[in-house]
């Protein structure tokens, strides 16, 4: 069992940054992979970010390539999404999520464990 906490959402205005923190309990953090997702309202939840066990390797859905950056320590057993150039239609509650896959994963479903969720609303 991995029990996930996600932190760092909050209101940031159009072309502003925020970074989001995801620390992980439970079990060994680097044994998991991890991605970002985000649900905004009306939505279907979507793919941000993929990082491997080891964070050598990264993959981000297209819209947001080149403006968010995902990297993990460890030791501290934390994931991050650093989130630049944020738009309105960043708007969504963020998740992170854990799987224990080797391969890169963009589908929600290959994920096995979920955080709550944090709220990041962008203003125009």
């Known amino acids: 069992q991995v029990q996930l906490v996600e932190s760092g959402g909050g209101l940031v205005q159009a072309g502003g940054s925020l970074r989001l923190s995801c620390v992980a309990s439970g079990s060994t953090f680097s044994n998991y992979a991890m991605g970002w997702f985000r649900q905004a309202p009306g939505k279907e939840r979507e793919f941000v970010a993929h990082?491997?066990?080891?964070?050598?390797?990264?993959y981000y859905a297209d819209s947001q390539a080149g403006r968010f950056f995902v990297s993990r320590d460890n030791a501290k057993n934390t994931v991050y999404l650093q989130m630049n150039s944020l738009k309105p239609e960043d708007t969504a509650v963020y998740y992170c999520a854990a799987t224990p896959l080797h391969s890169i994963v963009s589908a929600g479903p290959s994920y096995d464990y979920w955080g709550q969720g944090t709220q990041v609303t962008v203003s125009s």
């Open positions: 990082i491997s066990r080891s964070g050598g390797t990264t």
